[in-house]
């Protein structure tokens, strides 16, 4: 059975940091494009950061370029996502999803993704 699970949101004051977690199983984690995509209410689900398959090359959006870092820990089936200097604007619902393809931060690509989990909250309060 395939599994994503997403974890670590929370509550943090603007400025602060969160460090998000997406735990794989049921599929070969190396070969698989690992993203995150995040939903805020009344907008649509955007993507914000993917790692390729075995390279583990990172992209993001640039609405978040230079203030979160993905990575990967293979032995650990594990896809991390730090999130430094929050803004309010960052509150919303964190997803991740994989692909044995590809993982694009283009808009609506979460829905291209073969496997996608369910989300975590982060709030960033003012």
């Known amino acids: 059975e395939v599994q994503l699970q997403a974890s670590g949101g929370g509550l943090v004051q603007a400025g602060g940091s969160l460090t998000l977690s997406c735990a794989a199983s049921g599929f070969t984690f190396d070969d698989y494009a690992i993203g995150w995509f995040r939903q805020a209410p009344g907008k649509e689900r955007e993507g914000i950061s993917c790692?390729?398959?075995?390279?583990?090359?990172?992209d993001y959006a640039d609405s978040v370029s230079g203030r979160f870092t993905i990575s990967s820990d293979n032995a650990k089936n594990t896809v991390y996502l730090q999130m430094n200097s929050l803004k309010p604007e960052d509150t919303a619902l964190y997803y991740c999803?994989?692909?044995?393809?590809?993982?694009?931060?283009?808009?609506?690509?979460?829905?291209?993704?073969?496997?996608r989990g369910k989300g975590t909250q982060v709030t960033v309060s003012s």
């Open positions: 999803a994989a692909d044995p393809r590809t993982c694009s931060v283009v808009p609506g690509y979460f829905y291209n993704m073969v496997y």
């Open positions: 790692i390729t398959g075995s390279d583990r090359i990172a």
